[in-house]
């Protein structure tokens, strides 16, 4: 029986309705890449911190602190149960068996969530930061976010009545089962995979669970996977996920000099297979610029099953890998493209037509499937309800700055005059700013 969210929306409290459940609730990458950093950078340091790249909404004025700190002290009361390393331990990923190594997982058995320090700021925002050993704030990411997320969503639906959350269901409900029938449509056309990357910025846990299960219904076969590592347990899907800009902006940050820096993108992808291999060789080449990390890349790096460009339109990002297997003899029609920045259903079926038959596609769709309300809300107050551009970022590591450049301006991180470094060391010129819509 479908869940009724309008009622559980209604009538919901902190005991019954954490926003963070389990620990699995969190993107499968973050296990790929704790492994990693477990293996490789034990003793590194490395503090995160929350990012609202959508200045115009006042989160602190917005969201009660108690209530923030509440849902942040509850997270950190959870601990991996046992048949959920059992399940990480015996399930297969990619292909791959026992992908989790056994002593990665008895780690896991003591795990819990580090300390946190939160403050209002000046201009009606949080800084929130995860400060300690890199192996431990790293899986402070994704809850902190979908907390933030969802508390937002919650202030917006307080003074609803159960009948006008009745309705804002109904028409969000409508209003994804519309976009599944157009990619129904684009499915028959041709060869189309698409997975659900929306844990981050999702309008709340249980409506991103029926999203999926409603992805799950209308699309079938076309529907591959979740990057939520608890709803791909519990629905039996795939869990689908890679590497993220941490690692290239923590070995950068802990570079020694300019040409250590420019080469610590390279050395995260020399790392990484050397204990991943097959589909988990997905290249994400857009931390310091695309341009100059497919010009400078080692000829080992075509020898990876594929891409993932981030941060410029994704037709755009596409054909520019594309270009750079063919520059070398490869056929792109043997390589993956996973388009995931922003992607919604124009998007989605404007990629697959235009590249099908070119490349193996597959699309991450995120927020726009978790958390797209517009035109749902009773009362027509659209914009409290609308995602915002929100993000946790890696902003030092071993006490020094963390950096993030990207393909588009508008999404740099870190100090001033050490992105103006990045630039120079990385060769990137001065970028056309691009809207960040989430």
């Keep these: 029986m479908s869940l009724d969210i309008a009622t559980r929306v209604y009538n919901h409290g902190f005991r019954i309705d954490p926003i963070v459940r389990t620990l699995l609730d969190t993107d499968f990458y973050k296990f790929l890449m704790l492994q990693l950093i477990r293996e490789t950078s034990p003793d590194v340091r490395a503090t995160f911190g929350l990012i609202n790249r959508t200045k115009s909404?006042?989160?602190?004025?917005?969201?009660?602190?108690?209530?923030?700190?509440?849902?942040?002290?509850?997270?950190?009361?959870?601990?991996f149960q046992k048949?959920?390393?059992i399940w990480l331990a015996g399930n297969t990923f990619y292909g791959v068996k026992q992908i989790f190594k056994p002593d990665f997982l008895e780690w896991l058995e003591n795990f819990q969530l580090p300390e946190y320090d939160l403050r209002r700021t000046d201009d009606g925002q949080y800084e929130l930061l995860f400060e300690g050993l890199w192996s431990d704030t790293t899986l402070w990411e994704v809850p902190a976010l979908a907390i933030v997320s969802e508390l937002r969503a919650r202030a917006a639906m307080k003074g609803m009545s159960r009948f006008e959350l009745d309705v804002l269901y109904a028409k969000a409900k409508a209003k994804l089962w519309g976009k599944i029938e157009r990619l129904r449509v684009l499915g028959q056309e041709g060869p189309l995979k698409i997975a659900d990357f929306g844990t981050r910025r999702r309008h709340g846990f249980l409506w991103q669970k029926w999203c999926v299960e409603a992805l799950q219904e209308g699309l079938g076969d076309n529907f591959v996977g979740t990057s939520n590592v608890k709803m791909a347990m519990d629905s039996g899907l795939e869990a689908i996920g890679t590497n993220a800009h941490e690692l290239p902006m923590v070995y950068a940050a802990l570079a020694n000099d300019d040409a250590e820096l420019h080469q610590a993108p390279y050395n995260v992808l020399r790392d990484w297979q050397q204990m991943y291999d097959g589909n988990l060789l997905v290249i994400l080449p857009d931390t310091y610029g695309t341009a100059d990390f497919l010009r400078n890349a080692p000829d080992w790096t075509l020898a990876w099953k594929g891409i993932r460009p981030d941060s410029r339109p994704p037709i755009e990002g596409?054909?520019?890998a594309i270009a750079w297997w063919e520059s070398h003899g490869l056929d792109p029609r043997d390589k993956l493209i996973v388009l995931s920045d922003g992607m919604d259903i124009d998007m989605i079926e404007e990629a697959a037509r235009k590249l099908r038959g070119r490349v193996n596609l597959s699309i991450g769709w995120g927020t726009h499937v978790t958390n797209d309300f517009r035109d749902c809300a009773p009362d027509g107050k659209d914009d409290r309800l609308q995602a915002i551009s929100l993000v946790c970022k890696v902003v030092e590591a071993n006490g020094r700055p963390a950096v993030k450049l990207s393909d588009n301006a508008n999404k740099a991180t870190g100090p001033a005059e050490e992105i103006e470094r990045y630039r120079r060391v990385f060769g990137q010129k001065k970028l056309a700013t691009q809207p960040v819509l989430v």
Excluded at 64 to 72: M, S
């Design 318 to 320: 596409a054909e520019e």
């Design 83 to 85: 048949n959920e390393l």
């Design 57 to 79: 909404v006042r989160l602190a004025d917005v969201i009660d602190e108690r209530e923030l700190r509440d849902q942040l002290d509850h997270a950190r009361t959870l601990r």
